[in-house]
């Protein structure tokens, strides 16, 4: 007869993945940097930077006005297939009634 | 002279916006049905190039307002690129009248005359909810 003999439970030998105890995987890491990447401060700090080049700076701000207050990027009106002529007929709609 | 300068002006009656669709702002308090027309003939509207046929559509009172006005300013548009128009500015502007968004009351009026039908969308408020009062 066996005995019912149950061996403890082994414990088990971590992953050789050449990091330590604690730290965040790659993935992990790369997640959590992108969850705090703004690109709206990346623009910001390119368009204050001095010693960048003026081209940079001049599309880092051409950027940042073709976004919105609160960073989003303005409002699709789904205007992507239109042609030039359309483009303009909705843009003399958007004109308020007394301009010129 | 006098009597013009103290009557108060006429309110301008302002349609909400529903959504906006392909640029053009599409009007609230109508049902789906009507919107999903409305949408068809601005699809149609901006596939369309020529001055005197947008212009024809413009006028056309049994389209859409919304589709009405891209095809007013599209026709506008498209004119001014050519040394001779196909149509009288002028007379594009007093047939399409009260078709905007925001218009007065005696545009709406005049609107509805040219149109001949009185769409809920098109309907002022109450008087009772007018600011004024």
Redesign the interface.
């Known amino acids: 007869m066996q005995e019912d003999t149950e061996t403890p439970a082994k414990p088990r030998r971590p992953r050789a993945t050449g990091r330590k105890n604690g730290r965040p995987t790659m993935r992990e890491a790369e997640l959590r940097r992108l969850a705090e990447f703004d690109a709206r401060l990346v623009l910001v700090a390119i368009a204050q930077d001095a010693t960048a080049p003026a081209g940079s700076r001049v599309s880092a701000c051409r950027t940042l006005l073709g976004l919105a207050g609160d960073g989003q990027p303005l ?1 699709d ?3 992507d297939g ?2 030039d ?6 843009a ?3 004109r308020p ?1 007394d301009a010129t | 002279m006098l009597h013009d300068l103290l009557r108060p002006p006429d309110p301008v009656f302002e349609i909400p916006v529903a959504e906006v669709y392909r640029g053009v702002e599409i009007f609230s308090g109508q049902p789906q049905e009507r919107i999903a027309k409305a949408k068809a003939e601005i699809d149609e509207v901006h596939k369309t190039r020529s001055p005197k046929r947008l212009y024809e559509f413009a006028v056309d009172a049994s389209r859409s307002p919304e589709s009405r006005l891209l095809s007013k300013n599209k026709a506008i548009a498209a004119s001014a690129d050519r040394q001779r128009r196909s149509f009288d500015v002028a007379v594009l502007e007093a047939k399409c009248i009260g078709i905007e968004r925001a218009a007065t009351r005696l545009a709406r009026l005049m609107g509805r005359r040219s149109a001949g039908w009185w769409p809920d969308s098109w309907r002022p408020p109450p008087e009772s909810d007018h600011p004024c009062n």
Do not use: E
């Open positions: 409002q009106d789904g205007l239109l042609d002529l359309s483009r303009r007929a909705v003399r709609m958007r009634p």
